[in-house]
């Protein structure tokens, strides 16, 4: 029987959207802030570590994808079974490329759990698409799950050293207990010290007029890690921070690095890399910066305090009063 070109095109767009995942055609409103990881292990049904066993162009693909079989190395929540095997689709990336993330150094670097920089690599009106690249081993948040995925923090991450991995082992301890609010913890010096960089930033006068610029009339005092100037400070970020503020004002910035190409968290945009928490009468309440690590000991420190902890002897002199 001899098809017209209208009628082929009707059975093979029909034939697409059959074929096509449910989180492709279904839309979702996005959270206005992503939960946190002690929340992503309550919501997940099923948590799996996995290596990329095939994959195959599908038919009718958008550019990129791939439909990829993955074997279960280990099951850390949920049903699956170690030996089993699934199929999803998701988008192939060159190893080594923009996605890669071994500069978070086996999940060890502050960033990653203080603002969520986790594998989101394209979120869209309806839906998100996962990214993979077939040489490396991930941790999957609910697989198979289609069309809600997105209010979850983390969908997949790499997993370059499974054994030293601290996400793969933080995730473990979430789900062996319960209980365990976070699975990281450190002093408030601890965790300054463990910043790419950390400074101060002040502001002479603050007022509604002044928000938009301020950053240009800062003066900033790095106390540890790479040096920071005013240039580096983000001017809607660090215009958040003096909200409310009256006169003479100092804030802490951690300060995470260069722009990251490597995807979007879902509450935190692209740009900037950087937080800020005011200090309030010569004091600092560390609890102020979003972080998933936990902290032991005082949560709000002097400003002395903190400037003595990061600061070496030698260089305390500069900061001025």
Request: hydrophobic letters at 40%.
């Amino acid at each position: 029987m001899h098809l017209s070109a209208a009628r082929f095109l009707t059975i093979a767009a029909t034939l697409f959207f059959v074929a096509t995942p449910a989180m492709a055609t279904t839309c979702y409103e996005a959270p206005a802030k992503a939960p946190t990881f002690r929340q992503s292990v309550d919501q997940a049904n099923d948590i799996v570590l996995v290596k990329i066993t095939s994959g195959q162009t599908p038919l009718f693909a958008k550019k990129d994808e791939i439909d990829f079989d993955f074997e279960v190395l280990d099951s850390l929540k949920g049903k699956y079974k170690v030996g089993d095997t699934f199929r999803l689709r998701a988008l192939w990336i060159k190893q080594g490329g923009v996605k890669d993330r071994k500069e978070f150094g086996g999940h060890w670097d502050p960033a990653f759990w203080d603002r969520q920089i986790t594998r989101l690599d394209s979120v869209y009106d309806c839906g998100q698409k996962l990214a993979f690249d077939p040489n490396n081993i991930y941790l999957l948040f609910d697989p198979q799950k289609s069309g809600d995925r997105a209010p979850l923090a983390i969908t997949a991450e790499e997993i370059f050293e499974p054994s030293q991995d601290r996400w793969l082992s933080a995730v473990q301890q979430l789900v062996d207990d319960p209980a365990l609010e976070k699975a990281r913890s450190k002093t408030g010096i601890e965790y300054l010290k463990s910043q790419k960089s950390v400074a101060l930033a002040a502001v002479e006068g603050c007022s509604d007029r002044l928000r938009p610029d301020a950053h240009y009339v800062a003066e900033v005092q790095t106390l540890s890690g790479a040096e920071m100037t005013r240039d580096q400070l983000d001017p809607e970020t660090f215009a958040q921070a003096l909200e409310g503020c009256d006169g003479f004002t100092v804030v802490l910035g951690i300060f995470y690095g260069s722009d990251r190409e490597t995807g979007l968290p879902i509450d935190v945009d692209r740009k900037p890399m950087q937080q800020f928490v005011p200090v309030r009468d010569g004091l600092v309440t560390l609890t102020d910066f979003t972080s998933e690590i936990g902290l032991n000991g005082p949560k709000t420190l002097p400003l002395e305090d903190i400037v003595a902890g990061l600061l070496p002897a030698a260089d305390l002199d500069a900061v001025e009063d």
